[in-house]
């Protein structure tokens, strides 16, 4: 079961790679992991986001307490996002299996000062019909609007073949506050 549900994850990731096009691989920043109560069957990990080359200074830290089912973390980038003063997005994204794959993405924009600020949690679930994910697009993306974060929902005609684009909520950057309104900016789907 579990090998059916890497093939569902394979295919999924191919279709979410084509529509998160500019994210890329990075050893920039890794993960450190410390288990909490090691006298458990399954104890639950505390999880560092942190920069490979100072390993003191947390990003962020979050908890996995289903490690039975916990798989991965994935850790991308976005270089230049098109928001005035970002220098990078990062994107971590933790994977769960089980019959269907359970991924948790976390997006935090890294200010040019080298502030943090974190994006709200997207949550995914790859079955083996999925033909969506949800996403957050930036302005030098398709589909991007300029100082503006999309949340979307991406539905695909096949694994690499966006069939549209649907705007769930619409953040404004403001610069010369660090901070992420909400606004009312609509988006324009893609056929």
């Given amino acids: 079961m579990k090998n059916v549900a890497i093939i569902i994850i394979l295919f999924q990731g191919f279709q979410f790679l084509n529509a998160q096009k500019g994210f890329i691989k990075t050893e920039k920043y890794l993960v450190t992991t410390e288990i909490t109560d090691q006298e458990q069957d399954f104890p639950a ?8 080359d100072d390993s003191s200074e947390k990003i962020s830290t979050l908890t ?4 039975e089912l916990f798989e991965d973390i994935f850790i991308t980038t976005l270089e230049n ?6 220098s990078e997005v990062i994107k971590m994204e933790v994977e769960y299996l089980a019959c269907c794959a359970h991924v948790e993405s976390y997006y935090y924009m890294v200010e040019e000062n080298g502030n943090i600020v974190a994006l709200p949690e997207l949550n995914n679930v790859y079955c083996e019909d999925s033909d969506t994910d949800f996403q957050y697009i930036f302005p030098t993306q398709e589909y991007g609007i300029a100082g503006n974060i999309l949340q979307t929902q991406t539905f695909y005609k096949n694994t690499t073949d966006i069939k549209y684009v649907n705007l769930k909520q619409s953040y404004a950057w403001n610069d010369n506050e660090g901070t992420i309104d909400i606004s009312k900016t609509t988006a324009i789907t893609g056929y």
């Fill in 45 to 52: 990990y505390i999880v560092n986001l942190v920069r490979s």
């Fill in 64 to 67: 996995i307490n289903d490690t």
């Fill in 81 to 86: 996002p098109g928001l005035e003063g970002i």
